[in-house]
Each structure stands twice: as C-alpha cells, then as structure tokens.
T-cell receptor
Framework: TQLLEQSPQFLSIQEGENLTVYCNSSSVFSSLQWYRQEPGEGPVLLVT?????EVKKLKRLTFQFGDARKDSSLHITAAQPGDTGLYLCAGTRVGNEKLTFGTGTRLTIIP | DTGVSQDPRHKITKRGQNVTFRCDPISEHNRLYWYRQTLGQGPEFLTYFQNEAQLEKSRLLSDRFSAERPKGSFSTLEIQRTEQGDSAMYLC????????????FGPGTRLTVL
C-alpha cells in the first residue's frame, strides 16, 4: 500500500490549459514537499509546506496543504511546454526523518 | 554552485562486481540521506546520517549494501556482489539539523548491472 497516492499518474494537455495534481494520504505529515524531476536527473525542489491550510504560489504554480495535513494539491495555470516533467510529492511524518514519496505524476504539455 | 553533488553520474558494471558511489552534501547540512529510484517509481529511502552517525537503515538495505560518512561530510554507498536487481538511480540528499527540514537532492548516480 502506497502511503502517498498521486493522481493522475499521467497527464497530457495542450499548452495554455490549466491542471491540478493531487497528493493524498490517510497519514498526517509534518511537512510536505513538491519536486519536479527531469529524466536522468535528481528531483528539484519546488516548494515546502508545513502548516495545515497553507497556500503558496510560485509564478504560475499554486500549492495547497490540506487543513488536516494529509493531502496537498499542485495547480498550474496556463501550462507551458517547459512544465513537462515528473512531479513528485513527498512528506515527512512526525518523528520520522525520511521522506516518503508519492507515486508521481508524469506531465506532458503539448505545444 | 554549492548544491549536492554525486559521483559518478553513471556506472555500468557486471553482475558480481563491487561498486562505490560518493555524495558531497551542501556544506552546512548535517543530515545526509540515500534513496533509490527504479524506473517509473518515486525514490525510496535507504538510510540517513546525522553527522557521522548512521541513524536509520531501511529493510531495502541488504547486507550487500553499506554506507559510511566517516568525517560527517561526504558519504559513500558501496554495493558488494552487485545483482541485476540493483540497477537503479541512487540519489543523495542533504538537509539542516532539524526534523522535517527540506531535503535537497543531488543529480543521482545511474547504476546499470549487466
């Protein structure tokens, strides 16, 4: 059983469209990170959220941490081909130092 | 750039050989983590260090795997008697010295066991 479930697993949309990726769990996380990973490279940090209900914006990307700190979402407006990549959510649970990663969402933006 | 670095970036070896990977964390980071990522999956935790002390090891880390961080700076991950199932991306990450701090990843070492 995967601790962090991401949906959708694959998403292919046209340039200019909006999209939302979800990261859900039945466990509470003390912090949650979103990373983007290119083929053959390590994950690159996009954002860290630590407070329930927190919303962070990074240009066209909006990240939200659920009130109960069990889920998160990533919303991209006006998607661009440069947004193509593997998006990973990852969280740390209270008293546990390791990162638990989600299943990943592979996003393709079609020009 | 003072990010996490890993060496080598790619390693191809024959089954049964030993391999060693190196990770240099961000200089002021006391915590260092190793993860393994197979194709199409998210990274999975292997082990982590607080300075030179190895504090947690995953069940994924069989007896053929050993990790060290002798001076609390760089770390090495050695795999003995490699098997084809060891083929994966090995990722290193580092963070500062408090719980739930953000982990920053290196570019990874891609291991292929023939």
């Amino acid at each position: 059983t995967q601790l962090l479930e991401q949906s959708p697993q694959f998403l292919s949309i046209q340039e200019g469209e909006n999209l939302t990726v979800y990261c859900n769990s039945s466990s509470v996380f003390s912090s949650l990170q979103w990373y983007r990973q290119e083929p053959g490279e390590g994950p690159v940090l996009l954002v860290t959220v630590v407070t329930g209900g927190e919303v962070k914006k990074l240009k066209r990307l909006t990240f939200q941490f659920g009130d109960a700190r069990k889920d998160s979402s990533l919303h991209i407006t006006a998607a661009q081909p440069g947004d193509t990549g593997l998006y990973l959510c990852a969280g740390t649970r209270v008293g546990n130092e390791k990162l638990t990663f989600g299943t990943g969402t592979r996003l393709t933006i079609i020009p | 750039d003072t990010g996490v670095s890993q060496d080598p970036r790619h390693k191809i070896t024959k089954r049964g050989q030993n391999v060693t990977f190196r990770c240099d964390p961000i200089s002021e980071h006391n915590r260092l983590y190793w993860y393994r990522q197979t194709l199409g999956q998210g990274p999975e935790f292997l082990t982590y260090f607080q300075n030179e002390a190895q504090l947690e090891k995953s069940r994924l880390l069989s007896d053929r795997f050993s990790a060290e961080r002798p001076k609390g700076s760089f770390s090495t991950l050695e795999i003995q008697r490699t098997e084809q199932g060891d083929s994966a991306m090995y990722l290193c990450a580092s963070s500062r010295d408090f719980s739930a701090d953000t982990q920053y990843f290196g570019p990874g070492t891609r291991l292929t066991v023939l």
